[in-house]
């Protein structure tokens, strides 16, 4: 309860951030020029598109290699873009429970294995996120606390630690999916997954590295990935649909941070995320296409946290 508000209290702040950076920073003639300039050069949209589309393919070919590729690639990449789309359209991060629906009714799987493999492909998109990040801080030169990272590499060690040395005994609800990550992260599968998850955010960060070059904006491709991956982790404290004003305030905070003019990273920012909103819609409308649901299994789907609870919370009143 308290982190979700912590969530909310931030995600909040980001957005009077947005609000006070479009008050100053706002200028309709500069954008409007700006794209003009992306929409006159179609080999870098092409490139942008081309690098986002195939940075979901490797995310869609690293979830279907931990559920145990017993299906297609597309089963797995139609479940990405359901969850672009709804967390484009929703003020909450709801995507990933229609992703989890679309792999429980398509691979006829129980709703906590289905959430299982999208949980953990969660937990390994931040875990390269914030490598990435930390990375990026030192060769970039910026300045990082040793205790920080000192820290960051105890809990790391622990966890892998854990993961090697727990011994998985009993069958419980808990027990049967530790087994399971157990099993696959000790495989040759686990660095495969780490390294396709890895290259997919590095090909996300095109979309930034394009907007930059084509509105003169000095950025490399180094600069790019560090930028994106410190954005996207920002996107924990999304409260808006495709957390618009979170996106916009971290980017442009990261960009400044990199030595861009603040006019031109807010700019830079806005016509990024512009961007992702459109391919978002595009992709979502070739999913219902293509893989059509009906209105309500999604709204079924988005319910089932809350009744797992509930059922949760009856078994254990009975066990009592």
């Known amino acids: 309860m308290m982190g979700k508000a912590c969530t909310w209290l931030t995600g909040i702040v980001l957005l009077i951030v947005f609000w006070l950076l479009s008050r100053q920073l706002f200028d309709s003639h500069q954008l409007l020029e700006r794209l003009r300039a992306i929409l ?32 297609g690639i597309a089963l797995y990449l139609h479940g990405i873009f359901y969850s672009l789309l709804i967390n484009h359209l929703l003020p909450v991060k709801a995507g990933d429970l229609v992703r989890t629906g679309i792999l429980m009714k398509n691979a006829r799987l129980r709703w906590d294995n ?10 390994a998109d931040m875990l390269v996120l914030g490598l990435i990040s930390a ?18 590499s105890a809990v790391t060690l622990a966890a892998v630690a854990a993961i090697r040395f727990t011994p998985i005994r009993r069958r419980t609800f808990v027990h049967r999916h530790l087994a399971q990550l157990k099993t696959i992260v000790l495989s040759r599968r686990g660095p495969y997954i780490l390294a396709l998850v890895a290259a ?10 394009g907007i930059a070059c084509m509105g003169d904006t000095r950025l490399d491709a180094a600069s790019s990935i560090w930028a994106n991956s410190i954005t996207i982790g920002g996107q924990i404290f999304h409260v808006t649909p495709g957390g618009i004003g979170t996106y916009e305030s971290t980017l442009s905070g990261s960009l400044a941070v990199l030595g861009v003019g603040w006019e031109e990273a807010y700019a830079t920012a806005l016509l990024a995320h512009a961007f992702k909103f459109a391919f978002s819609f595009m992709v979502g409308a070739y999913s219902l296409i293509r893989m059509p649901i ?17 059922h949760t919370n009856s078994t254990s009143e009975r066990t009592f």
Not at 143 to 152: D, E, G, L, P
Not at 200 to 209: D, K, M, P, T
Not at 297 to 310: C, D, F, G, N
């Open 40 to 71: 006159v050069q179609p080999e870098w949209i092409l490139f942008m598109v081309v690098s986002y589309l195939l940075s979901f393919v490797l995310k869609a070919e690293a979830w279907r290699t931990y559920a145990g590729r017993e299906h």
């Open 200 to 209: 997919s955010w590095i090909l996300e960060a095109a979309i930034l590295f």
């Open 135 to 152: 990375i990026g801080m030192l060769w970039l030169g910026m300045t990082m606390s040793w205790i920080a990272v000192a820290a960051a």
């Open 294 to 310: 009906s209105l309500r299994e999604a709204k079924e789907w988005l319910r089932m946290p809350r009744r797992s609870i509930q």
């Open 114 to 123: 289905a959430l299982h493999s999208v949980v953990m492909m969660r937990l």
